[in-house]
C-alpha cells in the first residue's frame, strides 16, 4: 500500500493488524492490535525526526482485551509520548491518536471505544423505534414507539397504610403503590411535589374501607382543589393517579372504579373530589350533610339514599353558609294528583323527613355553578321537602 503528498506534506494512509508478536510502525497510519491469542503488545513508533512533524498514527485495541493484555506504545530512542517514554493502553477497545509534533516529541490523545455489549445494544438500533434488547433512542422530537408487546417497567411495592394524620401517615417512595390496611382512619403521604417528577399511582386494595391520602409532611402541598396539607380520601377498592403539576400542587385522577360510593353514619361535609359519588344515610341518629360552595362546585353531582329510615330526627342535606341555591322538584310514587313539593325560588334544605321518608328514598344534586339541582323522589309524598331554613 502507498502513500500521497498534499503540498509537500507526506500523509501516511496504510494500516497494519497485528496477528501476533509485537510491531515497530513503518508508514502506517493505524496500527490494529487483534492477536489470534490474547497477548501483552509493544508498538514502536518511528522517531519523531523521521516522522518531520507531519504525522499522525492511531493504536486500535481490535480485540478488546487490553485491560487485561495492555499495549504499550514506545517512542523511539530519546523521543517521548507525553512526556514519558511510553504509553500504556489499559481499557478494553481503546485506542489513542499519536501526533508528530516535531523535535523528538509525540503528543497522545486517547479514546475509549464502546465495549462489545454497549455495541450489541446499539447495533441495528433506530431513533424512535424501540427494540427487544436493544438501547431506546429518542427521535429529534424526544419520542420512541415501543414494540409490538413492549411495556415500560414502573418501580411498585406493597405499602401498609399508617398513622391518622400527615405526619405519621406512610410516605410513599414508589410509582406504583398496593396499599394495604385500610380501615377508614389510617393513609399514606405523598413525596414533596417539588422533588417528584413522574405520577405516583395509589391503589386501595381493601375493598371496604377508605383510605387517605395525604401531602408530604409541613410542605404545604395540596391535591386537587383541596385546602394545602388537607387529606384527599379514597373509598374502598379504588386507584388514582396523582401528579404533581408545580412544587406545591398535586392533581390526582378522579377516584373510582365503578364503586365511588360511601356508608355514612354522622355528619358529613362533601368536598367537589368527592363528585360522582353515592351517599347511603344509615344512622340511628340522624345527622346533616352539607354540601360545597355552589361558586366552586361546577360539574359535581352527588347521589343520597335512605339506606337507614329516619327514625327521632330528619336526614337533612344543607348548602354551604345556608345559601339559597337548591331548586327542584319532589316525585312520590303515591302521588296522583301532584302535590309533592317543589322549590323554585332557591332552597338551603333538603330533609329526609323523620317518620315520613322510607328506604330507598332518594336525592340526586347537580350544580351549574350557579344553583343546585336537585331531583327528589320518595314513597310517600311528604317523605321528602325543600324549605328554607334562613
Same mark, same amino acid.
Given at each position: 500500500?502507498?502513500?500521497?503528498?498534499?503540498?509537500?506534506?507526506?500523509?501516511?494512509?496504510?494500516?497494519?493488524?497485528?496477528?501476533?508478536?509485537?510491531?515497530?510502525?513503518?508508514?502506517?497510519?493505524?496500527?490494529?492490535?487483534?492477536?489470534?491469542?490474547?497477548?501483552?503488545?509493544?508498538?514502536?513508533?518511528?522517531?519523531?525526526?523521521?516522522?518531520?512533524?507531519?504525522?499522525?498514527?492511531?493504536?486500535?485495541?481490535?480485540?478488546?482485551?487490553?485491560?487485561?493484555?495492555?499495549?504499550?506504545?514506545?517512542?523511539?530512542?530519546?523521543?517521548?509520548?507525553?512526556?514519558?517514554?511510553?504509553?500504556?493502553?489499559?481499557?478494553?477497545?481503546?485506542?489513542?491518536?499519536?501526533?508528530?509534533?516535531?523535535?523528538?516529541?509525540?503528543?497522545?490523545?486517547?479514546?475509549?471505544?464502546?465495549?462489545?455489549?454497549?455495541?450489541?445494544?446499539?447495533?441495528?438500533?433506530?431513533?424512535?423505534?424501540?427494540?427487544?434488547?436493544?438501547?431506546?433512542?429518542?427521535? @429529534? $422530537?424526544?419520542?420512541?414507539?415501543?414494540? !409490538?408487546?413492549? /411495556? &415500560?417497567?414502573?418501580?411498585?411495592? #406493597? +405499602? *401498609?397504610?399508617?398513622?391518622?394524620?400527615?405526619?405519621?401517615?406512610?410516605?410513599?417512595?414508589?410509582?406504583?403503590?398496593?396499599?394495604?390496611?385500610?380501615?377508614?382512619?389510617?393513609?399514606?403521604?405523598?413525596?414533596?411535589?417539588?422533588?417528584?417528577?413522574?405520577?405516583?399511582?395509589?391503589?386501595?386494595?381493601?375493598?371496604?374501607?377508605?383510605?387517605?391520602?395525604?401531602?408530604?409532611?409541613?410542605?404545604?402541598?395540596?391535591?386537587?382543589?383541596?385546602?394545602?396539607?388537607?387529606?384527599?380520601?379514597?373509598?374502598?377498592?379504588?386507584?388514582?393517579?396523582?401528579?404533581?403539576?408545580?412544587?406545591?400542587?398535586?392533581?390526582?385522577?378522579?377516584?373510582?372504579?365503578?364503586?365511588?360510593?360511601?356508608?355514612?353514619?354522622?355528619?358529613?361535609?362533601?368536598?367537589?373530589?368527592? @363528585? $360522582?359519588?353515592?351517599?347511603?344515610?344509615? !344512622?340511628?341518629? /340522624? &345527622?346533616?350533610?352539607?354540601?360545597? #360552595? +355552589? *361558586?366552586?362546585?361546577?360539574?359535581?353531582?352527588?347521589?343520597?339514599?335512605?339506606?337507614?329510615?329516619?327514625?327521632?330526627?330528619?336526614?337533612?342535606?344543607?348548602?354551604?353558609?345556608?345559601?339559597?341555591?337548591?331548586?327542584?322538584?319532589?316525585?312520590?310514587?303515591?302521588?296522583?294528583?301532584?302535590?309533592?313539593?317543589?322549590?323554585?325560588?332557591?332552597?338551603?334544605?333538603?330533609?329526609?323527613?323523620?317518620?315520613?321518608?322510607?328506604?330507598?328514598?332518594?336525592?340526586?344534586?347537580?350544580?351549574?355553578?350557579?344553583?343546585?339541582?336537585?331531583?327528589?323522589?320518595?314513597?310517600?309524598?311528604?317523605?321528602?321537602?325543600?324549605?328554607?331554613?334562613?
Amino acid at each position: 500500500m502507498g502513500s500521497r503528498h498534499i503540498r509537500g506534506a507526506l500523509v501516511y494512509n496504510t494500516h497494519k493488524i497485528v496477528l501476533s508478536g509485537d510491531y515497530t510502525v513503518a508508514n502506517e497510519s493505524l496500527i490494529v492490535v487483534n492477536k489470534t491469542v490474547g497477548a501483552a503488545t509493544a508498538v514502536t513508533l518511528p522517531a519523531s525526526v523521521t516522522a518531520d512533524g507531519r504525522r499522525e498514527v492511531v493504536v486500535l485495541d481490535g480485540k478488546g482485551d487490553a485491560g487485561t493484555n495492555n499495549i504499550t506504545v514506545t517512542a523511539a530512542g530519546s523521543d517521548t509520548i507525553n512526556g514519558a517514554a511510553t504509553y500504556v493502553m489499559a481499557a478494553n477497545y481503546s485506542r489513542v491518536r499519536l501526533i508528530d509534533i516535531g523535535g523528538g516529541a509525540w503528543i497522545a490523545a486517547a479514546g475509549v471505544e464502546l465495549t462489545s455489549t454497549q455495541a450489541a445494544f446499539l447495533s441495528s438500533v433506530t431513533a424512535g423505534t424501540g427494540a427487544a434488547s436493544k438501547a431506546l433512542v429518542l427521535d @429529534s $422530537g424526544g419520542n420512541v414507539i415501543m414494540p !409490538s408487546g413492549g /411495556e &415500560f417497567g414502573l418501580s411498585r411495592v #406493597a +405499602v *401498609a397504610a399508617a398513622g391518622t394524620n400527615q405526619a405519621t401517615a406512610a410516605v410513599l417512595a414508589q410509582q406504583v403503590n398496593a396499599v394495604t390496611g385500610a380501615d377508614g382512619t389510617v393513609g399514606v403521604a405523598l413525596p414533596a411535589a417539588a422533588t417528584t417528577i413522574g405520577p405516583i399511582q395509589v391503589i386501595n386494595t381493601v375493598a371496604t374501607s377508605p383510605l387517605f391520602v395525604y401531602p408530604v409532611a409541613s410542605g404545604n402541598d395540596a391535591i386537587n382543589g383541596l385546602s394545602a396539607n388537607s387529606a384527599l380520601e379514597m373509598g374502598p377498592g379504588e386507584a388514582a393517579w396523582f401528579i404533581p403539576t408545580s412544587a406545591t400542587q398535586w392533581y390526582c385522577s378522579t377516584p373510582g372504579n365503578g364503586r365511588n360510593v360511601e356508608n355514612v353514619t354522622a355528619t358529613n361535609v362533601l368536598t367537589t373530589v368527592e @363528585s $360522582g359519588k353515592t351517599f347511603f344515610l344509615n !344512622s340511628a341518629t /340522624e &345527622f346533616v350533610s352539607t354540601l360545597p #360552595a +355552589v *361558586a366552586s362546585s361546577a360539574g359535581c353531582r352527588y347521589t343520597f339514599i335512605v339506606k337507614a329510615a329516619p327514625s327521632g330526627a330528619s336526614y337533612t342535606i344543607v348548602t354551604n353558609s345556608s345559601e339559597n341555591k337548591i331548586l327542584g322538584n319532589v316525585v312520590s310514587s303515591q302521588d296522583a294528583g301532584g302535590s309533592g313539593d317543589s322549590e323554585q325560588t332557591g332552597g338551603d334544605t333538603i330533609s329526609f323527613v323523620d317518620g315520613q321518608a322510607v328506604v330507598g328514598d332518594r336525592v340526586d344534586v347537580v350544580c351549574d355553578g350557579a344553583f343546585w339541582y336537585a331531583t327528589c323522589v320518595c314513597k310517600v309524598v311528604a317523605g321528602i321537602t325543600i324549605t328554607t331554613a334562613s
